[in-house]
């Protein structure tokens, strides 16, 4: 856990100096890094977190795949769709199906107030970015389906 949040804050501070700055990002990393601090420095709830981490943390190959393949050309090819799809699928069962469940366990049981505002605070921008996810997988599913225009001659 204490790797994780030198990780976090490295990569909150990178996040800062990016050319635009993402408040959801920004959000994210705020409740992250107190989450783990409160955790690692009171050595409380680390199964909750290690388990959050996890979870947030499933879909991470996909999403830097993304990156990836940006980077490379390859934008608009099957290959990319279908890592857009894996993304979607991962993060959505990962976040919205067993991140749910995590939060009740760890809301109504005898945890730390910080610990239960963190994870509620996790699970709605998790709900955030799934809704951004979802409707980017509508998108790129729906634009390979729509008719050409014909000029005007």
């Known amino acids: 856990m204490t790797v994780s949040l030198a990780y976090f804050l490295y990569d909150f501070f990178c996040c800062l100096f990016d050319t635009s700055i993402d408040y959801s990002n920004v959000i994210h990393h705020t409740v992250s890094i107190s989450s783990l601090a409160y955790s690692v420095f009171n050595r409380k709830c680390g199964t909750e977190i290690v388990m959050c981490l996890w979870l947030s943390e499933l879909s991470n190959p996909f999403m830097h795949a993304r990156e990836l393949l940006k980077e490379l050309g390859l934008k ?78």
């Open 76 to 153: 608009d090819t099957t290959l990319a769709l279908l890592n857009d799809i894996c993304f979607a699928l991962v993060f959505g069962f990962a976040r919205v199906v067993l991140g749910p469940y995590l939060v009740y366990l760890t809301v109504f049981a005898d945890n730390p107030l910080m610990v239960k505002i963190g994870a509620l605070g996790i699970q709605f921008i998790s709900i955030f970015w799934f809704y951004k996810i979802a409707r980017m997988a509508v998108y790129k599913l729906s634009k390979g389906k729509k008719k050409p225009v014909k000029k005007l001659q």
